[in-house]
Nanobody, 122 residues
Framework: QVQLVETGGGLVQAGGSLRLSCAAS????????MGWFRQTPGKEREFVAA????????WYADSVKGRFTISRDRTKNTVYLQMNSLKPEDTAVYYC???????????????WGQGTQVTVSS
């Protein structure tokens, strides 16, 4: 059974940092791109960041550029999202995704995690 499991969410004050991890099991994802998305109640899921299969290319939403960093460890089948200078508007459920069938920011991914809550207090 293929699974993506996110960890590292929690409550943090504005200006603080969190590091999310997404561990994959059931198959290797070292040869596909992976991404992070987030969603708040009543809003559509939005793209946050993505990373190529090699890890050499990354993409970011304008809202997180310069504050968030996506990385991956292909040997551990894991992708990370380092979030610095967090703002209250970053509060959301963060989802890991793998194997995009369309554009990296389209949300058309074959596999999704269950999500982890990130709450940033002001």
């Amino acid at each position: 059974q293929v699974q993506l499991v996110e960890t590292g969410g929690g409550l943090v004050q504005a200006g603080g940092s969190l590091r999310l991890s997404c561990a994959a099991s059931g198959r290797t994802f070292s040869n596909v791109a992976m991404g992070w998305f987030r969603q708040t109640p009543g809003k559509e899921r939005e793209f946050v960041a993505a990373i190529s299969y090699s890890g050499r290319t990354t993409w970011y939403a304008d809202s997180v550029k310069g504050r968030f960093t996506i990385s991956r460890d292909r040997t551990k089948n894991t992708v990370y999202l380092q979030m610095n200078s967090l703002k209250p508007e970053d509060t959301a459920v963060y989802y890991c995704a793998a194997d995009p069938s369309g554009a990296y920011d389209s949300g058309e991914y074959g596999y999704w995690g269950q999500g982890t809550q990130v709450t940033v207090s002001s």
